[in-house]
Structures are given as structure tokens and as C-alpha cells.
């Protein structure tokens, strides 16, 4: 047994020094000096991955290299480099961080798969979000929207009072998406107090996936078997998924629906279509939330906007009582350029893109090339392209709906790309926009978004290296 320890202590610092030799002789690209054991890691400090690489932008350049251990991160930005690796599927797959992460939670859900598995998946999922269905949600988003925007009436009752977001919006936000993802009929019997906990408690071990993004996946899946508090709350997930599918009304063009038909052809697990629905849940969830507390943060700083959208409301003849059509959603000029700028100018919100190179490969960089070895992180820095002046005519540090009207209407392709891009898109990309733009325009219709003037809109200090606040700050944030 000692000697089995022993020669794999022996193989494994065989190969970090192999890693960790490339590091230091055979680098070509802008880096930091690694450490022994710890590449760059420690000289992070406490710093997000977003300000990290905002951080090396303005230090190395466009195209830099990391180290977190004896993994290789390749940040690129240059646009010319996110084509290529965006076009070049067989070489650039789904990073392995993401996928590590979503398969201890989640395994064998869209996120976690690559090749022709993910194509299949792919046509699966995406069936339920093509763009003729997407109406149909339209009543269930604006009822949400109102709840929403009762909940914050509720909780900013006071004369001085602040808006918080409580546990009750969370819900509210939860059983909304579930309408759309797996119908009135198979979602109304639930008791969305339990299962928002439950939920919430699979999105906390989700964030702590993620933190912890370095460890083996064994490690991970040991962890989560481990954690009491999130195996019964996956007991009380899987339950109510029973009753989920028992309860669905094949008649709904819903995600549930589309996994339902792919499990009776031996397309899908029934464990899978547990993964896939709650990694779409999951996300979306964070997607709405992230964006309504961006939206709030903004517009509480710019009032005029909030002037320009009613303004738009009004001479489009919209009320509480409009009926949407893709027809009218098209014609929301202004409201669409507010929520493309909220997605562009967050730190918040999907800051960078990862890919995993699953072959050697080269990219050229006149005058060099950068070489990419098999198993290289590429990180495409989403955050630093929104906000590089090379891409952007207006300040791209000043938050600027009328951007998208006029000066960087025609951005270039690639400059904006809060869902990804080429084939591993976010496939849910047209309704997410659709449903930004129904709750703000909701919002817009009820109430007016001001901060204290007692209230410093800087209480939570600027991230210098990222021009703004990292995180939204709610303070002072009052509406009327």
C-alpha cells in the first residue's frame, strides 16, 4: 500500500513539473510569475475572476496568460480570436470548469455534455424556446412581473425605506419560471414554499461548486453526498419532479413536455430530465434576478432613461392592459437598447465566456501565435470586450442606452456577447430577452425608481479595476 502511495505522489509531481516547467521556460504569452504548487493563485488574493482579468487587461494586454495551480488559462479578447473560437467547435469545447462543476450537481445535463451527445440534447431543448412559443408565456410573465412589483411596494412601505429584495420575491420569481418551464397544469399543485427552499438550497451548493471550481469533480460529488441539507433537499426536488411529469398537459409546448417526448424514444433518462430542468431553472433564475437588481441599481442613477421608456410606453399606446405581440415587443426601440446596455455594462452578468482546448492548436496573432495545448483553459473576457473603446465609439465605462440607437448601433460582431456565441449560444437567448423586456416595462408602467439623496449612490465601494461596483448596491434605492 505504501509503495502504490508512493509511486503516485512520485507520478503526480512527475506531471505538475511537467506543467509547471512549461510555465516557466516555455511561456510565450504576457503572465505573471507563477508560484511553486500555486501558479497564480495567491497573488489573486480575495479578487473575483472577472477583476482578475480586468486587472491583467489593462496590465499584459488583450491576449495574457494564468495560472490557478498547474492549469493554464488563456485570456483572449481580441475579436478576430473569439471568432476562431467560437467557429472552432471540435477544437474549443465547453470549458471543463463549468462542466466539473454542473456534473457533481447536475450530471448530464446540456451544460455538462460535448460532441453528439450535446447535439442531440441540444435539439431537444431547444424545441421548446423556438420562437413561435414564446407568447404563449406572455400573460404568465406580466402576472409575475405585477407580484414582483407588489412585493417591493410591500417591503419599501416605510417613509424611508430602501428596497430589498426578501425571500418572498425569490419565490415569486421561482414559480413564475416554473409556469414556463414546466406549465400551468404540471406546476400549480405545487407547494412553492417548499420547493423554492429546496430549490434555493441546490443554488447555494451551486454557488459553492463554483468557488471551489479548482477540486477534483470526485472531491465535489463526495462533498454534496456528504451535505445533509442538500441531499434532502434533492430528495424534496425529485418528488416533486414526480408529480411534475405525472401532472403535465402534453398539450403546453413546454421544456418539461419536449424531455417527456425524448424519454419515451430512450433520448433521456428520467434522472436527466431532473439535471436538465433544474440547470435551466437555475440558471434563468439567476439570469432574472441578476438583471432586475442591475436594472434598479441603473436606473435609480439615470431617472431620465426611466423618462424615456414611459415616454416610448406612451407613444406606442401601451397600458396594464395591452395585449403583447412579437410584433409590438419588436417595437420597443428604446426599452430593447436599455436592456442590451444593462447586460453590456454589468460586471454581473455572464463577465467572461470559457472554452477547453481538447487538441494542440494555434491561433494567429500577427506577429506570433499563441499556442494552445490540450486541456488550456481559453477565457473570452466578455466584461473587458463591453468595455474596450476600440469596439465602443461612446464611453464604454458610462452606462448609455442611446449607444444601440446611434453611434455603436453597428457594433462590430462579437463586440456585444452577454449569450455566448457560435453553436454553444445560449439557446434561450430570445426569450430571455423577451422577458426583460415585458417585467421592465411593467416596472415602468407602476412605478418610478429613485435613490435617497442622504444616501451615497457609492456606499458600496468602486472596483477600480473595473471602472463601477462589482456587485449591485440597493441601498438608498427607493420607489414610488
Request: net charge neutral.
Amino acid at each position: 500500500m505504501i509503495i502504490v502511495i508512493s509511486l503516485a505522489f512520485v507520478l503526480g509531481l512527475c506531471l505538475y513539473l511537467k506543467y509547471y516547467y512549461f510555465a516557466l521556460f516555455l511561456e510565450n504569452l504576457p503572465c505573471m510569475r507563477q508560484q511553486f504548487l500555486f501558479g497564480n493563485i495567491l497573488q489573486f488574493q480575495n479578487d473575483s475572476l472577472v477583476t482578475v482579468f480586468a486587472k491583467c487587461r489593462k496590465h499584459f494586454g488583450e491576449t495574457f496568460a494564468l495560472y490557478y495551480g498547474p492549469s493554464r488559462f488563456v485570456h483572449i479578447s481580441k475579436l478576430e480570436h473569439v471568432a476562431e473560437i467560437f467557429s472552432r467547435i471540435k477544437i474549443y469545447e465547453r470549458d471543463i470548469m463549468t462542466r466539473s462543476n454542473t456534473n457533481a450537481l447536475l450530471p448530464r445535463c446540456l451544460r455538462t455534455l460535448i460532441g453528439t451527445e450535446w447535439q442531440t440534447r441540444k435539439r431537444i431543448v431547444s424545441a421548446s424556446f423556438r420562437s413561435s412559443h414564446m407568447l404563449v408565456h406572455a400573460p404568465n410573465i406580466v402576472a409575475t412581473a405585477d407580484l414582483l412589483i407588489d412585493n417591493l411596494r410591500s417591503e419599501n412601505s416605510t417613509p424611508n425605506g430602501t428596497v430589498h429584495m426578501s425571500a418572498a420575491f425569490d419565490r415569486i420569481i421561482i414559480e413564475g419560471l416554473l409556469q414556463i418551464f414546466i406549465g400551468y397544469s404540471a406546476s400549480y399543485e405545487t407547494t412553492v414554499m417548499e420547493f423554492s427552499n429546496a430549490f434555493l438550497q441546490l443554488e447555494q451548493a451551486n454557488s459553492c461548486m463554483f468557488s471551489a471550481f479548482l477540486l477534483p469533480i470526485w472531491f465535489k460529488k463526495a462533498y454534496i453526498k456528504m451535505n445533509k441539507e442538500y441531499c434532502r433537499a434533492e430528495a424534496i426536488l425529485y418528488t416533486h419532479m414526480e408529480c411534475f411529469i405525472g401532472n403535465s398537459n402534453r398539450d403546453e409546448k413546454t421544456l418539461l413536455n419536449s424531455l417527456i417526448e425524448a424519454h419515451e424514444q430512450n433520448l433521456v433518462t428520467k434522472p436527466e430530465i431532473f439535471s436538465e430542468v433544474f440547470d435551466i431553472l437555475s440558471t434563468a433564475y439567476s439570469f432574472v434576478r441578476s438583471n432586475i437588481r442591475w436594472f434598479l441599481h441603473y436606473l435609480s442613477d439615470n431617472e431620465h432613461v426611466q423618462t424615456k421608456i414611459k415616454q416610448e410606453l406612451a407613444d406606442l399606446s401601451i397600458s396594464y392592459h395591452t395585449i403583447w405581440t412579437m410584433k409590438l415587443i419588436n417595437k420597443l426601440i428604446y426599452t430593447e437598447c436599455v436592456c442590451k446596455e444593462i447586460l453590456r455594462h454589468s460586471p454581473g452578468i455572464a463577465p467572461y465566456i470559457a472554452r477547453t482546448a481538447i487538441t494542440d492548436g494555434i491561433i494567429e496573432d500577427e506577429p506570433s501565435q499563441i499556442r494552445i495545448c490540450k486541456g488550456d483553459t481559453i477565457v473570452i473576457g466578455a466584461y473587458n470586450i463591453h468595455h474596450d473603446s476600440q469596439h465602443w465609439k461612446l464611453d464604454p465605462y458610462r452606462f448609455l442606452p442611446e449607444r444601440f440607437l446611434n453611434e455603436d448601433r453597428d457594433h462590430e460582431r462579437n463586440a456585444f456577447i452577454p449569450f455566448g456565441g457560435g453553436d454553444r449560444a445560449c439557446i434561450a437567448r430570445q426569450i430571455s430577452m423577451v422577458i426583460l423586456k415585458i417585467i421592465l416595462v411593467r416596472f415602468m408602467l407602476s412605478i418610478s425608481i429613485h435613490r435617497h439623496e442622504d444616501r451615497d449612490s457609492a456606499v458600496m465601494a468602486s472596483n477600480l479595476a473595473l471602472g463601477q461596483k462589482e456587485a449591485v448596491d440597493l441601498g438608498g434605492i427607493y420607489i414610488r
